[in-house]
């Protein structure tokens, strides 16, 4: 399964969640925590509410935390148990509302290396897709790439295993705290098929000129 190295936001973003959970103590009812990152790099925390009704998952209470908080779309969710359990992977509800409502999101999870990441499709394949979601898409850089996505000397990008249609989207620039992201459009999303039998998709896009 494809993971991703974590990024300095990345690790942010897992140490918001175990510091959290650090804080639990011994509450029956609040177990969990969960921390969400935006595009603007803004962190939002949340606890679970145990309940044998159903209550919420950490991640689900962050997701609606956010909201409250106009986050948009987000980028990174990590969660963590209490008493020294430290990251935890999403359960399948989760999973399935995180790719619904954040289809971008890259997943923090624990592995024999140490925390990674990895993209919310990845840790639900075969799904069910809800239509109605709407959800603003996200197409990640390198922050290197700032300058030159800015001015339009590049306008076109190649991805591996990932499904982004034409349309609006944010282009997020990772671990870039001085611009973060410029607005643009996908217009076109061209496949191909390499010798191994994977395929890359070229994106071509355009942005809106940064303020």
Request: aromatic share 6%; proline share 7%.
């Amino acid at each position: 399964m494809v993971a991703i190295k974590l990024s300095e936001s990345g690790r942010r973003v897992v140490v918001a969640a175990e510091r959290l959970a650090a804080t639990l103590g011994n509450d029956p009812n609040h177990t969990v925590a969960a921390a969400a990152m935006d595009t603007a790099g803004r962190i939002h925390e949340a606890v679970n509410v145990y309940h044998f009704t159903g209550g919420p998952c950490a991640e689900l209470v962050a997701l609606g935390v956010a909201a409250t908080a106009g986050a948009g779309p987000l980028v990174t969710i990590a969660a963590a148990g209490d008493r020294g359990r430290g990251l935890i992977p999403p359960c399948g509800r989760c999973r399935q509302a995180l790719l619904d409502l954040h289809p971008d999101v890259q997943v923090a999870v624990p592995t024999d290396d140490g925390p990674a990441m990895r993209p919310i499709r990845k840790l639900l394949p075969d799904t069910y897709f809800f239509p109605d979601a709407d959800a603003r898409r996200i197409v990640r850089f390198d922050k290197h790439d700032y300058e030159a996505v800015a001015t339009a000397r590049k306008t076109s990008t190649v991805r591996h295993d990932e499904t982004i249609g034409p349309g609006p989207a944010i282009f997020f620039f990772e671990d870039d705290e001085a611009h973060r992201t410029l607005d643009g459009t996908v217009t076109g999303v061209e496949s191909r098929r390499l010798d191994d039998g994977s395929t890359v998709d070229q994106l071509t896009f355009t942005v809106e000129a940064p303020e």
